[in-house]
């Protein structure tokens, strides 16, 4: 699977958009883009993926790159219960191998300040 | 709760004993995933599972970890003899199962909020 790339922390205030990025350049043509999200004491929540278009749902969109190299995580209006560890992983969805593997970085820390 | 159970949520054990923690995954979903987390570390993954057959266990320890799902019942990860090192949260996701095509391959994996084990 592609290494992804995420800052270690971002700070957002209450209410405005949080956008957080994530590089993967080595990403191949068969890849998708998902991201998950942790909370503290909590296990990893699925928010969205995709796999070239923009994808959004009633938690974040997600916008890719044309080129594919890196993608943006879009949570619009974040509150407190957004403060979480954010992970930009990239797989394989189809076919043989491993490819059900995750494989969690350190993704990055969003703190959600009032 | 149509999520994920995972149980229990906080284990306890001494050096020595056996622990064995338990996941039933969503309704409807036939694969299940183990992963261990390790304090400031990110989730490793350990085992892979369907009904009865295990597909893949490159991520478990080679000695004293085994998993299995049986065909009634949930998943259940057993360490026997647990040392201080096994002191982690565990978490279990499930999946839909792949498709003759591959249809349901995209599909994301759902985690349970994991079991705390300590090892005194």
């Known amino acids: 699977d592609a290494k992804t790339t995420q800052p270690t922390s971002m700070d957002c205030a209450e209410g405005r958009a949080a956008n957080l990025p994530c590089n993967h350049s080595?990403?191949?043509?068969?890849?998708?883009v998902y991201w998950y999200r942790q909370i503290h004491s909590q296990g990893p929540q699925y928010i969205i993926h995709g796999l070239k278009n923009n994808e959004t749902n009633e938690m974040a969109s997600l916008i890719i790159t044309e080129d594919r190299k890196s993608s943006t995580l879009i949570l619009p209006h974040a509150t407190l219960r957004d403060t979480a560890v954010y992970y930009c992983i990239v797989r394989v969805a189809s076919g043989g191998g491993s490819n059900y593997k995750l494989t969690f970085g350190k993704g990055t820390l969003l703190t959600v300040n009032p | 709760n149509a999520g994920v159970m995972q149980n229990p949520r906080h284990l306890v054990r001494r050096r020595g004993q056996e622990a064995r923690l338990r996941c039933s995954p969503m309704k409807g979903h036939s694969h299940v995933y183990w992963y261990r987390q390790l304090p400031e570390e990110g989730l490793k993954f350990m085992v892979y599972?369907?009904?009865?057959?295990?597909?893949?266990e490159s991520g478990m320890p080679k000695e004293r970890f085994s998993a299995e799902f049986p065909k009634e019942g949930p998943s259940i990860l057993r360490i026997q003899q647990v040392v201080r090192g096994d002191s982690a949260a565990y978490f279990c996701a499930s999946s839909p199962g792949q498709g003759v095509l591959g249809e349901y391959g995209n599909q994301p994996q759902h985690f349970g909020d994991g079991t705390r084990l300590s090892i005194l």
């Open positions: 080595t990403i191949s043509g068969n890849e998708y």
């Open positions: 599972l369907q009904k009865e057959n295990i597909i893949d």
